[in-house]
């Protein structure tokens, strides 16, 4: 009768075991799915070289919008996970509608990066796009 107690209880541990590890995997998945770094909106800011016009423009993701002869994309946008020095960063694609010939071919498709838009800069002879924000 006693192994069979010491049997029992050497289960019991296991099983207890088993649910912590199994308890600690949920409570990770959970705060990996609840990151907030990755945001649903995004602003650019246009500015028309011609008129020197700045407009502000709200994107949502994976929504295409025109502004004046562009076609505006936002794939992705994310803000980054440290305090003291913020990055927002988001994927776009832009076409321009004037171009008949290249209709398929974006003027820009990429990452663009709120503090240095000089690493993929956006080259067109009419407009400036900044990215803003991120929310």
């Given amino acids: 009768m006693v192994s069979k ?19 600690y995997f949920f409570l990770v998945n959970v705060s990996i799915a609840n990151d ?3 945001g649903t909106f995004t602003d650019l800011k246009i500015l028309d070289k011609i008129s020197s016009k700045n407009t502000l423009v709200k994107l949502k993701n994976e929504e295409l919008i025109t502004f004046n002869d562009l076609s505006i994309k936002s794939l992705k946008c994310k803000n980054s996970e440290f305090d003291d020095n913020p990055e927002i960063t988001a994927y776009i694609q832009v076409k321009d509608l004037t171009d008949e010939n290249n209709n398929e071919v974006f003027v820009f498709n990429g990452w663009m990066f ?6 993929t800069p956006f080259d067109h002879p009419v407009y400036d796009v900044w990215l803003v924000n991120c929310y």
């Fill in 36 to 38: 907030s770094s990755e």
């Fill in 5 to 23: 107690k010491n049997i029992l209880a050497g289960k019991s541990k296991f099983n207890l075991f088993t649910t912590t590890i199994l308890v």
């Fill in 114 to 119: 709120s503090s240095s838009p000089s690493i």
